[in-house]
Each structure stands twice: as structure tokens, then as C-alpha cells.
């Protein structure tokens, strides 16, 4: 099926800003994280941008393959946002185009290309020099819907309880809640 773009989801333009502090793709407090911004695009898709860092290096002045795709998962878990679907990844396929080195901004474009039920099949393309540069990475996910037990159940308590306890969280997560 067709992906639907949530009436309440954010305008074309607008930043999605992070879904969890501590989010090592997106959250301002976490030092070394990716700390990727993504805009809603038109349709189910969006762009988003993040800087490779010292930190994030695999080889002698280059980006981390691994974090690399990190920054592609992020990319497309934050489209489930658009959806107003709370979903985690239950596959990602990436393949690595051209090194990526330290300094390097990568542009990001992504979009759901099509829901089944609870699966969700979303692309993404991580281009290097300008959103209109060569494409150094890419990649195909599956993400797979969940309800909030998902990480209720699942996370450590000592952080559930924290974002329990935390408004901006529950307002975030009331967000998806909504979900006709
Ligand atoms: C106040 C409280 C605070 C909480 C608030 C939280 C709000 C947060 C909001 C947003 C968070 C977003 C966070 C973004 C971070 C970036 C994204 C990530 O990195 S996520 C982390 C990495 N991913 C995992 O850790 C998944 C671990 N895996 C699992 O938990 C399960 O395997 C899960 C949920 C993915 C599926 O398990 P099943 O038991 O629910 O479902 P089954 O029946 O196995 O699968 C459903 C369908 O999907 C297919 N499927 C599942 N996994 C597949 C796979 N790997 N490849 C292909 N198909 C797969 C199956 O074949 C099935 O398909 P058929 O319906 O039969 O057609």
C-alpha cells in the first residue's frame, strides 16, 4: 500500500527535532552522538543533515562504517514520525558508496516507499558535497510497528522511569499514541 502522511505531521520545511535527549542519532545530550537534524519533506520523506565528528571515526580520517549507518537508521526511523507510527528497525540493508572523510557533512534524503500492516519499507540516500552531490551511502529498511510496551517492557529501568517521569517525553510519546 501507498504511505499515508499523518494529517498532524509536521509542514514541509519544518525540523522534526530529537525524539529522545539521549538518542544517540539525534538527542542534544549525548556528547558524541550523531546529533542529526532531519526536516518533514513533502509526502512521507525528508532530508537531513549531520556533520561526521572525531568521534565517529573508523579508519585514520574516516567515518565509522558503522556509524555511518547509524546515521541512515536515524534517517529513516525518523520518517515513522510523518506516519505518527511508533516503529523499530527490523532490517537495514546499506551499501557504502565512497569513504566519508572526518568534516564531511552528509545530506540525507529519505522516504517511506510503501506500509503492509505493521511493516513499514522505507529508502534512504546519504549524498557528500551538497544535497546534489555524489551518493556515498545508501540504504533499504524495514521497520516494524510497536506499541509503547515495546520499550516499556524492553528498556532499563532506570532510564523508563526517567523519561517516565519526564513531560517532554510523555508529550512526545502521546504524539504516536494518538494514532486513529
Ligand atoms: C514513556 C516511555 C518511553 C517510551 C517512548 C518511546 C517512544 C519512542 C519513539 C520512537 C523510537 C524510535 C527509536 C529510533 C531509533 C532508530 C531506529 C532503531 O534503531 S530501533 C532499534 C533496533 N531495532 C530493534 O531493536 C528491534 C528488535 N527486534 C524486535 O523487537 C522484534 O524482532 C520486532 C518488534 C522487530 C518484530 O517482532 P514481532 O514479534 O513484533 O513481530 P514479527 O511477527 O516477528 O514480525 C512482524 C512482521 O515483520 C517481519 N519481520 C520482522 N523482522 C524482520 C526482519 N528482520 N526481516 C524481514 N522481515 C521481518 C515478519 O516476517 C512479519 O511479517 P508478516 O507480518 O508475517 O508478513
Known sequence: M???RHPDAPAPGELLGAHYGQCFG???DQPHGLHLEARAGEGVSLTAEFTVQPAHQGA???AHGGVLASALDETLGSLNWLLRTIAVTGRLETDFVRP???????HLEAEV?????RKIYSTATGRVGGPDG???VRADALFIEVKVDHFVDHGRQEEIQAAMSDPDQIRRTRAFEVNP
Open 2 to 4: 501507498q504511505p499515508v
Open 26 to 28: 539525534c538527542g542534544g
Open 60 to 62: 585514520p580520517g574516516l
Open 100 to 106: 566519508v572523510p572526518v568534516g564531511t557533512t552528509l
Open 113 to 117: 516507499t510503501a506500509v503492509a500492516g
Open 134 to 136: 555524489p551518493v556515498a
